[in-house]
């Protein structure tokens, strides 16, 4: 469906993936790609936009999210949480590069609860995703290979 959609379609696939939804963007993007009916550069960006945005909500998420630590219904343990903070504080900012990749919402979601500022965030964040997108649309055109 979001594929029909074209490029409002994958800014959307894009946005919710890169939030606490279980979706994955990747299957619109080479869908898109290969039917060819944009620009390859425009689509690279629709999707960055929108899986940036998505990380700033998820980002923003955080920035209220703590909280609610204490209670039950609550997804992780204190304990988790505080452990995921303390990786954070480790890796630092640079941890944002790896946002595109499995559980880089997570590290948008924590991003949030230390309160990076927001100019950093995205710029990183920004960096990564386009990168994604780029070496998906790479691979997609054949030119390098996946792994």
């Given amino acids: 469906m979001m594929v029909e959609l074209g490029l409002f379609g994958m800014f959307i696939a894009a946005l919710a993936a890169a939030t606490v939804l279980p979706l994955q963007s990747e299957v619109v993007f080479a869908a898109l790609q290969i039917a060819g009916n944009q620009p390859l550069w425009l689509l690279v960006v629709v999707a960055s936009v929108g899986n940036t945005l998505g990380s700033v909500i998820t980002c923003a998420m955080g920035r209220g999210i703590e909280r609610f630590r204490e209670q039950s219904w609550f997804p992780v343990s204190p304990e988790q949480l505080?452990?995921?903070?303390?990786?954070?504080?480790?890796?630092?900012?640079?941890?944002?590069?790896?946002?595109?990749?499995?559980?880089?919402?997570?590290?948008?979601?924590?991003?949030?609860?230390?309160?990076?500022?927001?100019?950093?965030?995205?710029?990183?964040?920004?960096?990564?995703?386009?990168?994604?997108?780029?070496?998906?649309a790479l691979i997609t055109e054949g030119v390098i290979s996946a792994l």
């Fill in 82 to 136: 505080d452990r995921a903070q303390a990786v954070y504080r480790k890796w630092g900012l640079w941890s944002l590069l790896f946002t595109w990749a499995p559980l880089g919402d997570a590290i948008a979601l924590i991003a949030g609860i230390m309160r990076t500022p927001w100019t950093i965030f995205i710029a990183l964040v920004a960096l990564a995703k386009t990168g994604r997108y780029i070496v998906l």
